[in-house]
């Protein structure tokens, strides 16, 4: 199982916790992305932006990510000198492969046809790909939608992408434009599946162990799964197993230890009250649903304004 980009949420701190609770579980995570900037050049070259560079690169740096899960770290935009620069710089800090993100939702990045919006050009992608790819240390691997607004969008694709050795390809077969509605479109994911001749790995709405085991049955060529939320709504998915009595009896207490101790940093590492209390609520927000509560007994929690209430009311959930 890898551990998908979450920005804001599988970030550092969570992944430093999660492979302290469940230690060699996940093999890989994808992080959120580095949004590639104009002034990269100056932020890779600059002795004097040392602190700043230290700041961008702040969830990849190799010695703050030791004793963590394993990492790919994912590019966003599509400038290649920058997209060269950055991914060559991530290969001598120790990263033999990095992820270009085609695949983010969000309008004020497809508009500038990054992320998703480059989905429908697959001129641009191709004008990308020959740019980089000789320059490329590191390999590359790819994480995509089936297109912003069409799903006819991703068959275009494929052929552009058949033709660079990619190291893998995860679909999550969704558009861009339905951001996280709707579900995954199984019958587009069928069908492109056997054109693609990189490894594919499978992303999108994957909750719970029989999620993944139809997955594999339905879809054996399948590389890896991917899974994001699911990994929040269910903190000890990747461990589990149905053979697994100790884990059966154990999963409550695990989920409640692994939710203490996600708090427990987040408090100890927050600079202020304020960011404390708006993390936890990020968190909050999905992993509620892993403990035996109510919605509404898990909202009273996001209306809460003081942080010291809101440790109070969380605490007693998890004891
Ligand atoms: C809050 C949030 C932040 C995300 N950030 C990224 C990101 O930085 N890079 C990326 O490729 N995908 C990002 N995604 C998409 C997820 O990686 C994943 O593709 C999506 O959530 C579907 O998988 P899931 O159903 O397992 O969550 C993000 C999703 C969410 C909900």
């Not at 199982?1 to 992944?15: D, V």
């Not at 056997?194 to 594999?216: C, E, F, R, S, W």
């Not at 399948?222 to 998915?237: E, Q, S, W």
């Not at 990020?282 to 035996?292: I, K, N, S």
């Amino acid at each position: 199982m890898i551990l998908a980009p979450m920005q804001g949420l599988t970030e550092l701190l969570f992944r430093r916790v999660y492979e302290e609770c469940f230690p060699g579980a996940i093999k890989l995570a994808i992080t959120p992305f580095l949004s590639l900037t104009h002034n990269l050049h100056n932020l890779l070259n600059d002795k004097s932006q040392s602190a700043t560079l230290r700041h961008y690169l702040r969830d990849v740096l190799p010695e703050a990510n030791n004793g963590s899960i394993p990492i790919t770290p994912q590019i966003l935009g599509k400038e290649p000198e920058e997209f060269i620069a950055l991914a060559n710089r991530l290969y001598d800090m120790g990263y033999s492969e990095v992820n270009w993100n085609i695949g983010c939702p969000m309008r004020n990045i497809t508009g500038k046809h990054r992320g998703s919006g480059i989905l429908p050009y697959p001129e641009e992608v191709r004008a990308v790909l020959d740019a980089v790819m000789p320059e490329l240390k590191p390999k590359l691997s790819i994480k995509m939608r089936i297109g912003l607004r069409h799903k006819e969008e991703i068959f275009q694709l494929v052929p552009v992408l058949n033709d660079y050795p990619l190291a893998s390809v995860t679909i999550h077969p969704r558009l861009g434009r339905q951001q996280y509605t709707g579900v995954p479109d199984m019958e587009t994911f069928g069908e492109v599946l056997p054109l693609i001749k990189h490894p594919v790995i499978y992303n999108g709405d994957i909750k719970t162990m029989a999620d993944i085991q139809q997955i594999k049955e339905k879809y054996p060529t399948v590389a890896d799964i991917m899974v994001g939320r699911g990994i929040l709504y269910n903190p000890t998915l990747a461990i589990e197993s149905g053979k697994c009595e100790v884990l059966k009896n154990g999963k409550e207490h695990l989920t409640k230890h692994f939710i203490g101790r996600l708090m427990d940093e987040i408090r100890r590492t927050a600079l202020t009250e304020e960011s404390a209390l708006r993390k936890t609520k990020e968190y909050w927000c999905l992993l509620w649903r892993a403990l035996p509560i109510s919605e509404a007994e898990a909202r009273k929690v996001l209306r809460e304004q003081e942080l010291t209430a809101v440790d109070k009311m969380i605490c007693t959930f998890i004891q």
